[in-house]
């Protein structure tokens, strides 16, 4: 991998983001962006025969509850500190139809 990023590289990848870049941005992308094939390089160093590719450093885990239907709160309770109501609705104030 080449760390040689020249700065026709950075103004081509920021037309295909449909991103303007000023020539100052274009000189610090082309650092960085080199900065990181750097890294990459190193990181091909490393010996990764017998590793098994992942998605994720980390496992991950479902964390969802189980779907079971529970008893839930009763109208009453769930409108006990509403700031206003009527009957058993919260009452909001009107915002579709009003002009500034």
Do not use: C, W
């Amino acid at each position: 991998m080449s760390k040689n990023v020249d700065e026709a590289l950075v103004r081509h990848i920021g037309v295909l983001a449909r991103v303007e870049l000023t020539d100052p941005e274009v000189e610090s992308h082309a650092a960085q962006l080199g900065a990181i094939l750097e890294y990459f390089d190193k990181l091909n160093e490393l010996p990764t025969d017998g590793v098994e590719p992942m998605v994720h450093a980390m496992e991950l885990s479902n964390v969802l509850a189980d779907d079971t239907p529970e008893p839930s709160l009763t109208s009453e309770q769930a409108l006990q500190n509403a700031p206003a109501r009527d009957g058993d609705y919260f009452k909001v104030p009107k915002v579709i139809g009003e002009s500034q």
